[in-house]
């Protein structure tokens, strides 16, 4: 591996102090606009991984941690590190792995990418893993639930005074907010943060700097085919309820954000080149964002098309002395 320079060093660490500044003030912001800026926290870590390698990537992951570690607190730096900074560092580690594809069966002049399935596996892995941690944390469980819906009950109360609400349907739906929201949460950090990937790659490959091509994202986003017994595991789990119900839920949320990834993008292949093709994608992203069924389909379709693209490039085509740190 090549010893990195003071510049790479350098960049990393101003790409953690960026992200590390995102993460502020997304803390400072409504709902919304947090999620945003969550979000883009992690664009910071992926451009510079992706375009300068892992060095970069790992000086902006420890700048980030440390400064909010010092400007906030410890707790604070580890849900941050756990949350955005981590995976946007793996992922762009992931995604600069490449090995000769004739070590696949392939042509010897090629170069063979790490399938980009197997990154948005680790990436549902990897949020799984922070949503756990971080509600082991935070002590999440009913004492954190129960109130939000005792709130909500005694709102409608006062708006409508004659409303009774019946103890086993408020139980019912207590149990099912428990579990629900860190379904939810994971859910929608794994699509967050699979869209910073998407746009990280596409500014590092306009800059020139990038190594893995850019690959037709509707043909070659699919889920693992290993991810299909985790799903079902997690769902599984479900049914013990306590904690094993918790894992579950965040399981079958972060993993079925994968799967419905997948499905759109297989239903954009599917429908390309059609004259419906712009009507039925949009409503098929309405639909999907408003009602439970629609967005069940495209979870069955993804569900049901899962398979391994591989990306080659001429091994020619790649620097060299970049190669040296990113094979496997």
Known sequence: MKRPDLKTLLIGALAGLTAALLVLGASMQPSFFSALLYTASALPILIVGLGWGNAAAISAVVTGAALGAVLISPSFALIMTLVTLLPAGWLSHLANLARPASELGGPDHLLAWYPLSDILLHLCGLVTLAVIVIGVMIGYGPDITDPIVDLLITSVKQQQPEFMPDPA???????LILLMLPAVQGGMW??????????????????????????????????????IFIFLAGLAACFFGGVPALVGATV???????????????????????????PALILGYLASLLMLLPALLILVLGLSDTRKAIALTPAKDADTSKQSDTKI
């Open 252 to 278: 079958i949320g972060t993993f079925g954000a994968g799967f419905m990834l997948s499905g759109f993008a297989s239903l954009h292949f599917r429908t390309r080149g059609k004259d419906w093709r712009i």
């Open 169 to 175: 349907a408020t139980a019912q739906t207590k149990s």
């Open 190 to 227: 794994v699509s967050m943060l699979f869209a910073a990937y998407y746009f990280a790659v596409r500014i590092v490959a306009a800059s020139g700097r990038g190594l893995r091509p850019r690959e037709d994202i509707p043909s070659s986003l699919r889920m693992n085919r290993n991810s």
